[in-house]
């Protein structure tokens, strides 16, 4: 046998797990909030946000940066409203469709005009005013229905009212990411295009839905025949991920793709079982997305210029918060349903950044 130093077998250097390694801290961290949280009943995404800002690239750097665990959190995303469409269902979503598509044109085209009508006061340009509009008007899909979920929220009147004014919104990101262009001025006299391009993954969606509607449950019950929990959970991820893809190849989001198949699947009668496999995978991956989205506040900048920010923070949340107030309380003529619907969706979502 040759020696190792001889030259036939050479050592490999070994290189730093330095993902393994940052991951090891999400967890740790991630089962110490979830412990304590529940031990104090706070809810346990308020705690990840936190433990993002102490352990990111603002706060003790145990992570320099969140890009490092993103991909992760993605999945986390994807596997949390896939499991939150599971508890839903076409039909809850069409009960209160009417309303929904007035609450959500209204919130949607107020909050852009009130934002150009500030941003002009301020001195800002029409195109920045509308674009700042866009930036404002959408909601966090993941945090909302994921504070819902934890209260055990989701089929109430406001929480099935959420979830269709989110829905609405992650449609607005089509044409509002295909405006942009126009409102920079790289593509005026193109609107024909622009429609064209939002009518082709308007259509991808619902041919996606129309598919999924049909053929899923006969493969959801010829996967079960097989009896092979392996096979079958595979199965489930499969369908949750790969209909995430195919919504965000059609120029939709991620988001929108997952909650959509969980929203088919819940028509099965299988989704119980489906709910009860995914759970375990789907508290691990967004505690991660959660801790990701904690990551992103810069400290240096609020050391530099703390009431801007402040400032900043109390102006949109009040514009947003005031328009979903007035919308709903004259749709539903509920103070009630106006304020719990106007605290949920007054911030923004991740999709703005």
């Not at 622009?194 to 991808?204: D, E, N, P, R, Y």
């Not at 909650?259 to 119980?272: D, K, W, Y």
Request: charged share 10%; net charge neutral.
């Amino acid at each position: 046998l040759a020696k190792p130093d001889s030259g036939r077998f050479p050592s490999l250097p070994m290189s730093d797990p330095i993902f393994l390694r940052q991951l090891i801290i999400v967890l740790t961290v991630t089962l110490a909030i979830v412990f304590v949280f529940q031990k104090l009943r706070l809810p346990t995404i308020v705690g990840f946000l936190l433990a993002g800002v102490v352990i990111g690239p603002g706060g003790l750097r145990f992570i320099n940066n969140a890009s490092e665990v993103e991909t992760l959190a993605e999945i986390g995303v994807v596997l949390l409203l896939f499991t939150i469409g599971l508890e839903l269902s076409f039909e809850t979503i069409l009960s209160v469709r009417r309303r929904v598509l007035w609450a959500g044109l209204l919130q949607v085209l107020l909050t852009i005009v009130v934002v150009l009508v500030v941003a002009r006061f301020l001195g800002a340009s029409p195109e920045v005013g509308v674009f700042y509009g866009f930036l404002l008007a959408l909601s966090s899909t993941a945090i909302v229905l994921g504070i819902y979920n934890e209260r055990g929220e989701v089929n109430s009147l406001q929480g099935r009212l959420a979830s269709g004014i989110l829905l609405f919104q992650d449609l607005c990101i089509v044409p509002m990411m295909l405006l942009l262009p126009v409102l920079a001025g790289a593509a005026r006299g193109s609107m024909v295009l622009i429609g064209w391009a939002v009518a082709k993954a308007l259509g991808a969606l619902l041919i996606i839905i129309f598919t999924a509607r049909k053929l899923l449950p006969w493969l959801l019950h010829q996967v079960a025949v097989l009896r092979n929990r392996e096979i079958f959970i595979l199965f489930v991820i499969l369908v949750c991920l790969g209909t995430a893809w195919l919504t965000s190849e059609s120029g939709l989001s991620l988001a929108l793709g997952a909650l959509v198949a969980g929203l088919v699947i819940s028509e099965s009668e299988l989704s119980h079982q489906i709910v009860a496999d995914i759970l375990p995978l789907r508290d691990s991956f967004s505690g991660i997305f959660f801790i990701s989205v904690g990551m992103l506040l810069n400290f240096n900048l609020l050391k530099e210029d703390f009431l801007t920010p402040l400032l900043d923070l109390l102006l949109m949340i009040g514009i947003k918060g005031w328009v979903l107030f007035v919308v709903f309380w004259w749709l539903y003529g509920s103070i009630r349903l106006a304020a719990l619907l106007s605290l949920s969706l007054a911030q923004i979502g991740e999709f703005s950044f």
